[in-house]
Each structure stands twice: as structure tokens, then as C-alpha cells.
């Protein structure tokens, strides 16, 4: 999979902060390391958020806020639930992400691919590439759960000339790319995006490592699942599992980057297609084709997958309201309770798309009142309607 980062220690370091203008908030998306850094003030998404402008513009409709499935999901065509039948041998699920990419670079329909392979340095520390061949994508397989300036090869796909070209990312930095996509001088350009919530710095990184797991430093990738459980992959092949209420959430509440907890884009709405998990039953990977050039993209690979119709299960609205105050008072459960806690609510809880709006429920609502206690000179103009609406359905603490 492919989110590439530089961490923010060492992004201040190189950039003054006068090079990024959304300050505190900066997503560190790459856009402010290139030359189209004159265009940030109108593509940034936390300068200008413009969602409902970029869906018209890119899927030729914005939400319909009379539907609610669009609130949630955004524009899309088709919804399903997918993985491959011969998994990539050490992707992160099966690799679905990087086999389209592959596939589009075979076929000649792009001639490079924007995607974060590692330092060599440091499994967890993103190196943006132009990846021209399939090694070079498959190179990029695994998330990199920190934040990544994407965009900062943007300069190079310029100077290489390429007209076609395929970009991967997260919501952040694809909203900053169709704003300027015009300014790029492509002839056709593909996005496959996939959802992202709470990225770090490389310190939070570890910070949530050694508080988290029972190895940090032989951690592979981990997952927020849809079994309520943090799965981490050990270099052994092993498999660690946290129940998601035994974490330490008094220490690990300031790790997250300001930048998402002020993010209302969770499911990448500006994608031509996206590839997660959250709305997808245990094992499976949920597509969202939202638009022709989506279509396209999948059909590329359609025949490689098992295929099955998205569902939903339960009700998310009385976790949803629980969490909220769990959150804000930091409350943590001893491990015994934590787990048979996640035990309980994977049987009766939420599944499939009712878990996706489980999980934008809890973070719209978090997001919502950390962006009115810390920018609530912003939370007119920043949140957009359909977060709105979502947060509108839960009782809030005033403050």
C-alpha cells in the first residue's frame, strides 16, 4: 500500500515556517516542497476546505445532502467487497493497491506512479517515489501510518515530461492535488486513493508503538480492524492483537497531528476509486468506484478478485455516543476488561458499512469539537455540511 511521509521534525527543519502557510495544521502533503507552493492557500485542505467544489469538478455531482449514505460514502458509482485470489506475498492485506498500479504501468496506460516506498533506514519513515516499474511499486507495498508528503514529487513528474500518470494517496493530499491538477500539463491522470484517519509523526509513531505493543521494534504494519482489535504483524509472521479499548488513551491523545484531528475527509472523496477496509466484512477490502476513470481502474483487475455485495449489520449510534466521553476523559480498561469488551460488541456490534459510519461517526464527532475548542474561528468555514449533519445526530459537551 502507499502513503510516503517525511517526519516532522525533519520537514521543519528543511522549510521555514513562512513555506506553510496552514502552520500547525499542515498535513505535511509535499505540495509546500515544490514550486506549486504558490497555489497552497487556495488547494490546501486546511486553508480551504472545498470538497464540495472538487467532487462537482472531478465526479461531475457533489453530494446529494438529502441522502445520507452520501454524507458518509461520498459520490460513488459502485460499492462491493473484494480481495485477491492470489494474494501479493507481503502486502499488507492482499494487494489490491499495488496490483492495479502494476497493472497500469504493464499496460502502458501510465507511464509513472506517485507511491511512498521506505528509507532504507527505517521501515516506518516514507520515501516519496516516481515509481516507472512494477519492482518499484511493489517496493511501496505496506502503509506508512505517518505523515507523507506525496506531492513533493510533483516537480520531478514535470521535469520527466510524462502526460499519464497515476497518483495514490490519502484525502488531504489528493484534494491538494485536483486543485492544482490543472497546472500540471498531464494528459490524464488516475487516482487510487485510500481512507486515512489519525497519522503521526515518526515519534508519535513510536510513541504509539511502545505504549502499544508487545514488540515495538519488530513490528511489520499494524491495522485498526473491524473486529474492534489493533492487529500488528511481527517480523516473525506473527500476529499481535490490542483490543481498542485497553489502549492508553490518556497518553496516546496527543500523538495524533493537529492536521487530523481536524479532517473531515476520512474516505478520500476526491479518489477516482478508493481500496480500505472499514466498510468490508473481516478479511475483505472495501472499493468505492466513484466515478468512470474508477470504473476503468478495477475493471483492470476485476478478474483477479473475489467479488461479494457490501453489507450492514447493527447500530453504531449507542457506541457512538458512549465514546465521546470515554475520549475526552482519557478512560482506559484493564486488558481482562478491554477484552471481553471487544469480544461482546464484535458479536452484537456494528459490521460492514454500519462499522464505516461507526468509525466516521466517533472520529467527525472528536474532530468536530477539537477543531471548535482550538480554530473556532475556522469551524463555520472548515467543517464541511455533510460532517455537519453527521455530528448533528449525537449529543455533544458544551465546552
Not at 24 to 42: F, I, N, P, Q, R
Not at 251 to 275: E, G, H, I, M, R
Not at 308 to 337: C, F, H, N
Not at 371 to 398: G, M, N, T
Amino acid at each position: 500500500m502507499i502513503a510516503p511521509v517525511r517526519s516532522h521534525q525533519k520537514a521543519k527543519a528543511l522549510k521555514p515556517t513562512s513555506r506553510r502557510p496552514a502552520k500547525e495544521l499542515c498535513s505535511e502533503c509535499g505540495l509546500c516542497d515544490t514550486y506549486y507552493v504558490h497555489y497552497v492557500k487556495e488547494a490546501c485542505a486546511f486553508i480551504n476546505q472545498q470538497i464540495a467544489e472538487l467532487e462537482q469538478a472531478t465526479h461531475k455531482r457533489s453530494r446529494n445532502l438529502d441522502n445520507p449514505d452520501d454524507w458518509y460514502f461520498g459520490v460513488y458509482q459502485d460499492m462491493m467487497a473484494a480481495r485477491k485470489q492470489q494474494p501479493i506475498p507481503g502486502a499488507q492485506w492482499t494487494g489490491i493497491v499495488s496490483t492495479i498500479a502494476c497493472e497500469m504501468l504493464a499496460r502502458g496506460l501510465v507511464e509513472g506512479v506517485v507511491c511512498v516506498q521506505n528509507t532504507k533506514e527505517d521501515r516506518f519513515q516514507p520515501q516519496p517515489v516516481l515509481a516507472r516499474t512494477k519492482e518499484e511499486v511493489l517496493a511501496a507495498k505496506v502503509n506508512k501510518p505517518t505523515l507523507s508528503p506525496n506531492l513533493s514529487v510533483l516537480e520531478q513528474v514535470e521535469r520527466s515530461g510524462m502526460k499519464r500518470l497515476l497518483v495514490i494517496g490519502v484525502g488531504c493530499q489528493i484534494q491538494a492535488l485536483r486543485a492544482v491538477q490543472s497546472k500540471l500539463g498531464l494528459e490524464k491522470l488516475y487516482v487510487l486513493g485510500t481512507p486515512c484517519v489519525d497519522n503521526v509523526t515518526r515519534a508519535g509513531l513510536q510513541k504509539f508503538l511502545e505504549t502499544t505493543s508487545r514488540s515495538p521494534e519488530t513490528v511489520v504494519h499494524y491495522e485498526f480492524m473491524q473486529d474492534f482489535q489493533i492487529h500488528f504483524k511481527h517480523e516473525d509472521g506473527s500476529e499481535e492483537k490490542v483490543p481498542f479499548f485497553g489502549l492508553n488513551t490518556k497518553v496516546l491523545k496527543d500523538v495524533f497531528a493537529p492536521s487530523c484531528l481536524s479532517c473531515f475527509d476520512y474516505v478520500n472523496s476526491l479518489a477516482d476509486l478508493v481500496v480500505g477496509y472499514m466498510g468490508a466484512p473481516f478479511g475483505w477490502q472495501w472499493i468505492v468506484v466513484r466515478n468512470q476513470i474508477g470504473k476503468e481502474m478495477l475493471d483492470l483487475v476485476r478478474e483477479q478478485l473475489d467479488i461479494q455485495p457490501v453489507m450492514s449489520k447493527g447500530d453504531r449510534r449507542a457506541a457512538v455516543q458512549q465514546s465521546i466521553p470515554a475520549y475526552e476523559k482519557g478512560v482506559t480498561l484493564p486488558m481482562w476488561a478491554a477484552k471481553l469488551m471487544g469480544l461482546a460488541i464484535e458479536k452484537i456490534g456494528p459490521k460492514g458499512l454500519e462499522y464505516a459510519r461507526f468509525s466516521i461517526d466517533s472520529h467527525f464527532t472528536r474532530n468536530y469539537l477539537y477543531v471548535k475548542r482550538h480554530y473556532p474561528e475556522k469551524l463555520e468555514s472548515h467543517v464541511p455540511e455533510y460532517a455537519k449533519r453527521i455530528v448533528a445526530q449525537y449529543k455533544l459537551p458544551d465546552s
